[in-house]
C-alpha cells in the first residue's frame, strides 16, 4: 500500500495543496493556514535525467525525470504530516525514498553530508 494512502481523513480535508513550479533546483514545502504549500523548483535549462543533485540536508539525488523528482518532493512533504514524530530532514528524506522506490518511481537518494540544523522550510 502507498504511504500516501495513510494520511488521517481528517487531515485531507483540512488541507489544501498547491504546488508550484519554480526556476531554479530543488523544492521546499512549508504548512500554513491549512494550506500545504510545495514549491518544486525547475528551470527550463533542468536535465532529466538530473543526477548529482545536493540537498541542504547533504543527500546527493538522482532522478530520472521531472515526474520522479516531483513524487519524491510530495513523499517528503506527506512523510512530515504523516509522520510529525521524525525529527530530521533525513529521517523524512528517507522515508520520502522508501516510498517513491515502493511506487516504481526511479530515483536514487543517500545521504552524503551531515545534516545541517533544521531550517524553518524543508528542502
Ligand atoms: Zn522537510
Known amino acids: 500500500m502507498a504511504r500516501f494512502a495513510v494520511l488521517p481523513p481528517r487531515a485531507l480535508e483540512a488541507c489544501t495543496v498547491s504546488i508550484e513550479v519554480l526556476p531554479g533546483r530543488g523544492w521546499m514545502g512549508d504548512f500554513s493556514h ?3 504549500h510545495i514549491h518544486v ?3 527550463k535549462d533542468t536535465p532529466f535525467p538530473l543526477t ?3 540537498d541542504r540536508y547533504g543527500w546527493r539525488w538522482d ?15 506527506v512523510s512530515h504530516w504523516g509522520n510529525p514524530w521524525l ?4 529521517s523524512h528524506n528517507d522515508t520520502a525514498l522508501r516510498q517513491v522506490l515502493h511506487l516504481g518511481f526511479q530515483v536514487w537518494g543517500e ?3 551531515r545534516e545541517s540544523p533544521r531550517p524553518e522550510r524543508c528542502p
Not at 87 to 90: F, K, L, R, V
Open 34 to 36: 491549512h494550506t500545504w
Open 41 to 43: 523548483q525547475v528551470g
Open 52 to 54: 548529482g543533485y545536493r
Open 63 to 77: 532522478f530520472a525525470s521531472f515526474a520522479d523528482m516531483l513524487a519524491t518532493a510530495l513523499a517528503h512533504e
Open 87 to 90: 525529527q530530521s530532514e533525513s
Open 111 to 113: 545521504q552524503r553530508f
